[in-house]
């Protein structure tokens, strides 16, 4: 799937924003989940605090903290926004269309357009786990006993 060269550099402009200005750093309050991904190829850390709803069936709010490039930075940022408000089902769901996008194998509708902006990076196989960090993360917490309701995971 080709992107055009003018929204090719509007994508690059929203990583970068993202990554220098990330709107979801810190920890969520309550943490109701919690999980540290590492990519040890390239040095990437990110974790991921979130708040579930009362009922623990839906994402109140995602943060992050860590280190890493811009595709890391902004694709936790990314996320974070897309999955707010979303069924804990719904998000598990959202890892592997997420992981498709990104190999150029799916394009996410209106509603979630903005992680669009991270097609391109299936041109750079070598990126893919940088972009991909963050929603494996995700995943991880929302599967593991890493889960708690409403109570503080350290």
């Known amino acids: 799937m080709a992107i055009p060269i ?3 550099s509007l994508h690059q402009q929203i990583i970068v924003d993202r990554s220098k200005k990330p709107r979801h ?3 969520t ?3 109701d989940g919690y999980y540290r991904g590492h990519n040890p ?3 990437d850390t990110i974790e991921l605090t979130l708040q579930l709803n009362s009922t623990g069936d839906r994402i109140e709010d995602v943060k992050f903290e860590g280190q890493g490039c811009a595709i890391a930075i902004a694709s936790a940022d990314l996320m974070a926004d897309a999955v707010r408000g979303k069924s804990v089902e719904e998000v598990v769901s959202m890892v592997q269309c997420f992981r498709d996008m990104v190999m150029g194998q799916y394009e996410f509708p209106q509603e979630l357009r903005k992680l669009n902006v991270l097609q391109g990076i299936s041109q750079f ?3 893919i ?3 991909t960090l963050s929603w494996h993360t995700l995943k991880a917490v929302l599967e593991s006993s890493h889960l708690t309701q409403h109570k503080v995971v350290q």
Do not use: E, S
Request: charged content about 20%.
């Open 6 to 8: 003018n929204q090719r």
């Open 25 to 27: 750093q810190g920890k």
């Open 29 to 31: 309050n309550p943490v």
């Open 41 to 43: 190829l390239c040095g």
């Open 125 to 127: 196989p070598v990126r």
């Open 129 to 131: 786990k940088c972009a």
